[in-house]
T-cell receptor
Framework: DVKVTQSSRYLVKRTGEKVFLECVQD?????MFWYRQDPGLGLRLIYF???????EKGDIPEGYSVSREKKERFSLILESASTNQTSMYLC???????????FGPGTRLLVL | TQLLEQSPQFLSIQEGENLTVYCNSS?????LQWYRQEPGEGPVLLVT?????EVKKLKRLTFQFGDARKDSSLHITAAQPGDTGLYLC??????????FGKGTRLSVIA
């Protein structure tokens, strides 16, 4: 079974803190994604990556950066957390040309 | 940019009732997918429909792709509390990244 794990299920941070969200997949997938999910707004793509050290901006990259130093790991970084970044963050991975996108369980981030 | 509109946004029904949710686009999609997200979890793929007019069944769930490949529907027969969740449509495959609809949040009350 494909497994996508996220470092934390729940996270509480203060405004201005640097926040790291980690995602690891165990199926050697090339493509990895970070989404945020908010009520009424659905899933919005923040960043994605097709390969190690590659990154592409999604629909809402402002205030975020990413790192992909190893194929299995894709990190989302909030350089200076703000209250409007309070959200559910979902990581996903997929093999190139494959049908299924596999999601992690999500990290619910609260920025105070 | 291709967009997917889902309706209704919310649906609350009694156990045993039937329901249909919809996914519509102004653009033609080469394929559409349906995902279900249970509370506290990430979305999980249910089905991919590829051919216009295609119907796929997954136990009590019936998925249909419109003839013009601009719309899709999900029909649930005799809904159960375990069907509760957020239903998302997405596409098109094999392209990436996927476009997701905003989802239909279904609550089935026992």
């Amino acid at each position: 079974d494909v497994k996508v794990t996220q470092s934390s299920r729940y996270l509480v941070k203060r405004t201005g803190e640097k926040v790291f969200l980690e995602c690891v997949q165990d199926m050697d997938h090339e493509n990895m994604f970070w989404y945020r999910q908010d009520p009424g707004l659905g899933l919005r793509l923040i960043y994605f990556s097709y390969d190690v050290k590659m990154k592409e901006k999604g629909d809402i990259p402002e205030g975020y950066s990413v790192s992909r130093e190893k194929k299995e790991r894709f990190s989302l970084i909030l350089e200076s957390a703000s209250t409007n970044q309070t959200s559910m963050y979902l990581c996903a991975s997929e093999g190139t040309g494959m049908e299924t996108q596999y999601f992690g369980p999500g990290t619910r981030l609260l920025v105070l | 940019t291709q967009l997917l509109e889902q309706s209704p946004q919310f649906l609350s029904i009694q156990e045993g009732e039937n329901l249909t949710v919809y996914c519509n686009s102004s653009s033609v999609f080469s394929s559409l997918q349906w995902y279900r997200q249970e509370p506290g979890e990430g979305p999980v793929l249910l089905v991919t429909v590829v051919t216009g007019g295609e119907v796929k069944k997954l136990k009590r769930l019936t998925f249909q792709f419109g003839d013009a490949r601009k719309d899709s529907s999900l029909h649930i027969t005799a809904a159960q509390p375990g069907d509760t969740g957020l239903y998302l449509c997405a596409g098109p495959r094999p392209l990436t990244p996927l476009v997701f609809g905003k989802g239909t949040r279904l609550s089935v009350i026992a």
